[in-house]
T-cell receptor, first 118, second 115 residues
């Protein structure tokens, strides 16, 4: 089955530093990837849609300069949390859609990254 | 815009029993897809079942089945013969058929199957 690898699975960083999270589709190509944020006991909140070779589309209220997204290839999207602060601590999940599938095909999710900013 | 509502924050069911999780949605689209995802304590998102709106027949996957009522915009999940491993957050999700639609999740229902 389709596998999405997300790395790292957890990271602790100091306030003011930047953290990069990688999302890779291992056995399929993904022209579109999605980045979600999830607070404890809450649902997934879509942050942005990452499109290969073009700028990401951010949801309302998500700071573009804070959460930098790069989708340079058909198998890799990265989310960089810049100048991280404790309020950025959260669980971040990526998902990808196989470009060979229809747009309403089920998404394949990474295992998530738990970010803690001290 | 689409909305997905899960009105049961938490539920509990004994092993081997049956439980139904409710989900309602609101949309102006006529064609769309509905999903149930499971998120166990590992936090991995797992697809449980999928329903296409233009299909009247309710989807089933082993112990999991749905009751899809298009007119009522209702999409409930029934879990039969509940098992310990069913303990998880369950999210109902919607996606329209327009090309730029994104997946909209409900707030989730925490299902506990106690040992």
């Amino acid at each position: 089955g389709a596998v999405v690898s997300q790395h790292p699975s957890w990271v602790i960083c100091k306030s003011g530093t930047s953290v990069k999270i990688e999302c890779r589709s291992l056995d399929f190509q993904a022209t579109t990837m999605f980045w979600y944020r999830q607070f404890p006991k809450q649902s997934l909140m879509l942050m942005a849609t990452s499109n290969e070779g073009s700028k990401a589309t951010y949801e309302q209220g998500v700071e573009k300069d804070k959460f930098l997204i790069n989708h340079a290839s058909l198998t890799l999207s990265t989310l960089t949390v810049t100048s991280a602060h404790p309020e950025d601590s959260s669980f971040y999940i990526c998902s990808a859609r196989d470009h060979a599938s229809s747009y309403n095909s089920p998404l394949h999710f990474g295992n998530g990254t738990r970010l803690t900013v001290t | 815009a689409q909305t997905v509502t899960q009105s049961q924050p938490e539920m509990s069911v004994q092993e081997a029993e049956t439980v139904t999780l409710s989900c309602t949605y609101d949309t102006s689209e006529n064609n769309y897809y509905l999903f149930w995802y499971k998120q166990p304590p590992s936090r991995q998102m797992i697809l449980v079942i999928r329903q296409e709106a233009y299909k009247q027949q309710n989807a089933t996957e082993n112990r999991f089945s749905v009751n899809f009522q298009k007119a009522a915009k209702s999409f409930s999940l029934k879990i039969s013969d509940s098992q310990l491993g069913d303990t998880a957050m369950y999210f109902c999700a919607f996606i329209g058929v327009t090309g730029y639609s994104t997946l909209t999740f409900g707030k989730g229902t925490m299902l506990l199957v106690p040992p």
